[in-house]
C-alpha cells in the first residue's frame, strides 16, 4: 500500500516535569491524514503536556512522536514546527508581536516567505476567521474571543499538515464557537482538539480519545464514548445539563 503516512504518530510517549511530576505513563495514538479527533480527559490528565509534546516544546522521556513521518527531534524541528500548528490553551502565550498582522505573519515570515505573497496569506488567514478588520492593532487591546481567533489565524497562515487546538472554543460567544467549527469543518487538515465542551467534540470530531492518568484510557466513536456512562463517570466527564448525545446525529 502507498498511502501516506500518518498526520501523527505517538508510540509510548513517557514524560515527567523537571519537578519531578511525571504527567505522562506511555501515550499510543495515531491519528490518520484528513481525520478529525478530540481529546478529551478531567483537568490535570496530561492533555496540554502531549500537545507540547507535539511540536518539540517538551522533548519525550521516552518513546516517540512522528509527524507525516518526520520524527519530532531537535535536528527537524524547523519542518515539525511548519507541519504542526498549535493553538494554545491562552492566546497570551501565542500573540507578542505590535500588531494583529505581524503576529500572523511571523510564522510564514519566518519560514521565507515575503511580499505580496505574505501579505495575501496574512488576510486570507484574518479573514477566515472574522478579524481582517483588526489587522493593525495591537493583540493585547483585543477581547479574550478576538485574541483565540487571531490565534487560530496565526496557525492557519501556516497551513500546517495537522492543527492542534488546545480548548478552541472556551471563552468564545456561541456565535463565535459555531463560526470557528464552521471554520474547522472547512478545512482540509488534520485536527486534535483538545476540549473539555462535549458537544463540541461530538459536532466536529467522528472520533475521540480519552486521556486520563496520563494513558489513553479510551479510543472509539465520539458518539459511543459520550453514551459510556460508566467510561464517562470514572473520568470525570460529564455532559451539559440536558444534552443527550444519542438526540445529536454524529459526524461523518
Ligand atoms: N510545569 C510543570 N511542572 C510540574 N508539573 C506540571 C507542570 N505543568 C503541568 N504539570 C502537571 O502535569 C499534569 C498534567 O498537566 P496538564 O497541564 O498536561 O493537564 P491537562 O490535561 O491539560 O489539564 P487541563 O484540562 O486543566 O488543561 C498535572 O498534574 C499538572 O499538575
Ligand atoms: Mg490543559
Known sequence: MTSAPPSL???????????????????????ARGERVAL???????KTTLVL???????????????????????????IRRRVGIVFQDPDDQ???????????????????????LAERVHRALDRVGMAEFADR??????FGQRRRVAVATVLAMEPEILVLDEPSS?????????????????DVTVLMVTHDLPYALELCPRSVVLSGGVIA??????NLLCDQELMREHRLELPFGFDPRSVTAPV
Open 53 to 79: 509534546h507535539l511540536n518539540g516544546i517538551l522533548e519525550a522521556g521516552a518513546g516517540s512522536v512522528t509527524v507525516a513521518g518526520l520524527p519530532v527531534a531537535k535536528a527537524n524541528l524547523a519542518e
Open 40 to 46: 478529551l480527559g478531567p483537568n490535570g490528565a496530561g
Open 171 to 187: 471563552n468564545l460567544d456561541p456565535a463565535s464557537r459555531r463560526e470557528l467549527a464552521d471554520i474547522l469543518r472547512s478545512l
Open 95 to 117: 500573540l507578542f508581536m505590535p500588531t494583529v498582522r505581524e503576529d500572523v505573519a511571523f510564522g510564514p515570515a519566518a519560514a521565507g516567505m515575503r511580499g505580496a505573497e
Open 138 to 143: 495591537p493583540p493585547h487591546h483585543l477581547s
Open 218 to 223: 479510551a479510543d472509539g466513536g465520539t458518539q
Open 9 to 31: 504518530q505517538v508510540s509510548g510517549l513517557a514524560y515527567a516535569y523537571p519537578d519531578g511530576h511525571q504527567a505522562l505513563f506511555g501515550v499510543e495514538l495515531t491519528v
